[in-house]
């Protein structure tokens, strides 16, 4: 089978080499098909993989001693980045000397770069960061998660539709069921722009719209993609997160507070082992920036080493389907209908 390389932000995100390049490393030890471009310091990717065992032949190092700080502004970073190791993905990205980027660098700078160099698909306004968030019936597809901090109702029937394609390609579903997040789910509930993004994409008969939905039902089963601005996305993203390490840790902490609770962790260890996985943000990371011409994913900036691993198989997965191609053909399809 045909090889597919991948291009990696090595200093992106708040741990840099000490996530990416184990991350890379066991990439592609997992598979054979993959070779890994890791653009950073390589003095430093030279010291942190001497001694590692690893296939050389599908490891590239390029160099560059300039990454995106993740407190910078992103017009800054597009003016003065480029020849960063985030900047210089995203170009190999364009270039066609990689398949895909991933990067847990500053999102607002990967995205900047990513409309500027990678580019948009013809007539998506504004990119969307989008993943898969654990639910009752497997996961949910919410977006934006924070490529925009706002949006207006025309962006949101656009994330509704990118969304939707999304998740006929991945979970081969013809008619997803599309939910507005609001504050309730009464048809006068919320501001002018999200009654109004509802109306448009229940008129959109391409859409099967599925009405508002408040934070609790993304991990419920009221629908399969859940659309809303940036700023609300990322914080009921993060908010999922955090809820998810404390019921672990709270779990954890219970079973060890006394014998009993001891024992009966033991007993139930397969249990809490399962659950503790489905619930697992690590599992997870990696979102799709939807709406590019190009496969980039966005990892957590907080993404240890399998966290990392995890983005990397979803670049791996966008690829091997020709995600940002398929998606711009079902938007044509939804247009035209």
Do not use: W
């Amino acid at each position: 089978m045909a090889s597919l390389r991948l291009a990696v932000d090595a200093m992106g995100g708040d741990f840099g080499l000490r996530s990416s390049i184990p991350a890379a490393l066991a990439a592609i030890s997992e598979n054979p098909r993959l070779h890994i471009t890791l653009i950073g310091d390589k003095h430093a990717i030279d010291a942190a993989i001497q001694g590692k065992r690893f296939d050389s032949t599908r490891l590239e190092i390029v160099h560059s001693d300039c990454a995106v700080a993740m407190d910078e502004k992103p017009s800054v970073a597009l003016r003065k980045k480029r020849h960063s190791s985030m900047g210089m993905a995203l170009e190999m990205l364009k270039d066609g000397r990689a398949n895909g980027v991933v990067s847990a660098g500053n999102t607002g700078a990967l995205v900047a770069m990513g409309c500027f160099i990678v580019e948009r698909i013809p007539g998506i306004r504004r990119p969307a960061i989008c993943a898969p968030i654990p639910s009752r019936s497997g996961h949910t597809f919410v977006l934006d998660l924070g490529a925009n901090v706002d949006g207006d109702a025309d962006e949101l029937h656009q994330f509704a539709i990118m969304g939707s394609a999304l998740a006929c390609i991945l979970d081969n579903k013809p008619s997803p069921r599309v939910a507005v997040l609001n504050i309730g789910e009464e048809l006068l509930k919320g501001k002018e722009y999200l009654r109004d993004a509802a109306e448009l994409i229940r008129k959109d008969n391409s859409l099967n719209y599925a009405g508002f939905v408040e934070g609790g039902d993304i991990l419920g089963s009221a629908a399969d993609v859940v659309v809303c601005e940036g700023f609300v996305g990322n914080v009921a993203v993060k908010v999922c997160e955090g809820t998810a390490r404390f019921i672990g840790e709270g779990l954890a902490s219970q079973f060890k507070r006394t014998v009993y609770g001891r024992l009966v962790g033991a007993a139930a260890k397969p249990l809490l082992r399962s659950f503790r996985q489905q619930i697992n943000p690590e599992r997870y990371n990696g979102a799709a920036l939807l709406g590019l011409k190009g496969v980039v994913v966005k990892s957590h900036g907080r993404s240890h080493a399998r966290s990392f691993q995890n983005a990397i198989r979803h670049a791996v997965q966008a690829v091997e389907l020709d995600l940002p191609a398929r998606i711009a053909r079902q938007i044509e399809v939804m247009v035209e209908h």
